[in-house]
């Protein structure tokens, strides 16, 4: 059974950083593409960085201060958050970049001085 366990989030200031983490189970995690998403309230769920074998690519809002990577053996995938901005407050989730499983619980980014 496909499953993440997201964690990290917590309050940050604005300007400040965090680093998010997600254990993922139940599939090779090497073989996957993987992505963070994040959905703040009122919001679709959008899509904030994703990394392949090749690289990796971000939203427009997150690029340049935003960085997604991988433990291949802890089947962990990681986003650094820099430079955060009220606007990046939200639950964030992982899943696979293609053939999504069911999402995890999240966890929450909240930005307030």
């Known amino acids: 059974q496909v499953a993440f366990v997201e964690s990290g989030g917590g309050l940050v200031q604005p300007g400040g950083s965090l680093t998010l983490s997600c254990v993922a189970s139940?599939?090779?995690?090497?073989?996957?593409?993987m992505a963070w998403y994040r959905q703040s309230q009122g919001s679709e769920r959008d899509l904030v960085a994703e990394?392949?074998?090749?690289?990796?690519t971000y939203a427009d809002s997150v690029r340049g201060r935003f960085t997604i990577s991988k433990d291949d053996a802890k089947a962990t995938l990681y986003l650094k958050m820099n430079k955060v901005t009220p606007d990046d407050a939200a639950v964030y989730y992982c899943?696979?970049?293609?053939?999504?499983?069911?999402w995890g619980q999240g966890t929450q980014v909240t930005v307030s001085s």
């Open positions: 139940g599939f090779d995690f090497t073989k996957y593409p």
């Open positions: 990394i392949y074998r090749s690289g990796a």
């Open positions: 899943n696979r970049r293609t053939y999504r499983a069911a």
